[in-house]
C-alpha cells in the first residue's frame, strides 16, 4: 500500500516540475552615466534611481531615456535595447538659464519685487509611425514648456535643433503660445532633416534652444 502511494506521489512530482519550466525573457541591460553626476534617471517615464546605474533585465527593444537634474535642461535620446548585451549611455547636463527677477526701488527704502515668467522647455523627438526613408526625412518632434513663474507668458517660442555628434544638422522653430502661471503646453511639429547614413537613434540629440517669452 505505501509503495503506491510512493509511486503515485513520485509521477506528481515529475509531471509538475515538467509543467513549470519558467520561459526564459530576452533582456539586456542599460549603464547611464552623467556629467554632473546624482541626475534622475527614467526609462520611458518609469524612475530608475540616479545616475551612475546599471538598469538590469530590460526587456529588449526601443526605449526613450530621460536625465533630469535640478539647475539644467532634461536630456532625452532614443535606444535600442539588444538581449544579452549593456548598452552605455553617457549625458552631458546643459546648466538651465536661470530668470532672476528685478527690483525697483521706491521713494522709501523699500525693493518691490517684479513678477515674471519662468519657462522650462523639454520634448524629444521619433520617426513617423509610417517611415518615408527619403532624405530629407520628416521627424516628429514633441515639445513640452511649464510656466513655473507667477506670471503669464503670452507667446513662448523655442527652436529644435537637431545635433550628430555635436554638430547641428537641422532644426525647426516651434511655437507654444500663450502658457499661464503654473501653466502646461505642448507641441508637435514635422521637421525635415538631411540625414547623414551613419546616423541612428543613438548618436542623434535634439536640444530646445533660443526659447524667446512674450510677458
Known sequence: ???KI???ITMLCVFLCGCTTPLSEKTGSVNITSSPSGAEVYLDSD???TTPNIIHAVPAGNYMIEVRERGYQT????????SGSTIAVSSSLVPRAVSIPTSIPTILPIITKRTVPEIHIGGYWTYPATRSFTN????LVHVEG?????ADARIVTTSANMYLNGQQICWTPVYLGTIKAGGHATADTMMPCTL??????QNLLIAFENVVVTP
Do not use: R
Open 1 to 3: 500500500m505505501f509503495q
Open 6 to 8: 510512493a509511486i503515485c
Open 47 to 49: 524612475y530608475h534611481g
Open 75 to 82: 536630456w532625452y535620446q532614443n535606444i535600442t535595447v539588444d
Open 136 to 139: 530629407p526625412e520628416p521627424l
Open 146 to 150: 511649464s510656466n513655473v513663474g507667477d
Open 196 to 201: 547623414p547614413s551613419d546616423a541612428n537613434s
